[in-house]
């Protein structure tokens, strides 16, 4: 017997995918904007904006630990529904 909560409950780990998401986004979206001048042939933007670029492995990291956390979280209810 599996328990699986209804679908518009939010289960432990949502809020860090979607916050993972959201950054990971704007990571992506910083290294199109710092990517655009070397093909544009105009002067590149300064090294903090090349920092900026580094929210998409943040974004990632904070998605993995909600998905962990979801996993967790579902074996729990899991090892507790089977005692």
Do not use: N
């Amino acid at each position: 017997m599996t328990v699986t909560p209804h679908s518009d409950e939010a289960r432990p780990g949502d809020g860090l995918v979607k916050a993972g998401g959201i950054v990971f986004i704007a990571g992506a979206v910083a290294t199109l904007a710092t990517m655009a001048p070397l093909f544009l042939d105009i002067d590149p933007f300064p090294s903090y904006a090349w920092a900026v670029c580094m929210l998409m492995g943040v974004g990632f990291a904070i998605s993995a630990a909600g998905v962990l956390r979801s996993a967790a979280a579902q074996r729990k209810a899991a090892r507790a529904s089977q005692a």
